[in-house]
T-cell receptor, first 115, second 109 residues
């Protein structure tokens, strides 16, 4: 693989269920990010990780958790999904430790619907 | 607060030139990014400006004025494949990107 992959591509989920969105990159990038994109709004940062073993909260972290056990993987977990979490989720990565103006590269996205 | 403003939608004709404006307010500033996003796809990087002035890259150019908190993306010789949303994002003092809602560009033959 080359770049960033996300799984699943799309998912319909019942409210209250737990869900993990997967993200894997093979570019050996240090920093990784999770965004949600909603109609009429800009991309909003949920959580980020500057390097393996560290994570940080973004603009809209409530209801989401992340882990960064290694460089390549950055899963996003919804502990108990609610309809307001219906969105398109993008994972992104950048080469720097999140402390420089480096370009972010995006995965293809996961379209999540919570009913 | 931090804010990015750009027009919601623009229409242009194939072969013409279009300018998409973006104004920003951020806590600190570490550059301005433009991304292109086709419907149903991921954003892809177009340009980055951190110094005042115009950066040209083929049919696309990007301009920045730090004193005015203003940028624009200029697309020349428009092609149908340029129909997409164009996202403006400013990098703040913590190197986090603050994103605009995007400008949907419609190209007509």
């Amino acid at each position: 693989i080359a770049g960033i992959t996300q799984a699943p591509t799309s998912q319909i989920l019942a409210a209250g269920r737990r869900m993990t969105l997967r993200c894997t990159q093979d570019m050996r990038h240090n920093a990784m990010y999770w965004y949600r994109q909603d109609l009429g709004l800009g991309l909003r940062l949920i959580h980020y990780s500057n390097t393996a073993g560290t994570t940080g909260k973004g603009e809209v972290p409530d209801g989401y958790s992340v882990s960064r056990a290694n460089t390549d993987d950055f899963p996003l977990t919804l502990a108990s999904a609610v309809p307001s979490q219906t969105s398109v989720y993008f994972c992104a990565s950048s080469a720097t430790l999140g402390r420089g103006p480096d370009t972010q590269y995006f995965g293809p996205g996961t379209r999540l619907t919570v009913l | 607060g931090q804010n990015i403003d750009q027009p919601t939608e623009m229409t242009a004709t194939e072969g013409a030139i279009v300018q998409i404006n973006c104004t920003y307010q951020t806590s600190g500033f570490n550059g301005l990014f433009w991304y292109q996003q086709h419907a149903g796809e991921a954003p892809t990087f177009l340009s980055y400006n951190v110094l005042d002035g115009l950066e040209e890259k083929g049919r696309f150019s990007s301009f920045l004025s730090r004193s005015k908190g203003y940028s624009y993306l200029l697309l020349k010789e428009l092609q149908m494949k340029d129909s997409a949303s164009y996202l403006c994002a400013a990098m703040d003092s913590n190197y986090q990107l603050i994103w605009g809602a995007g400008t949907k560009l419609i190209i007509k033959p």
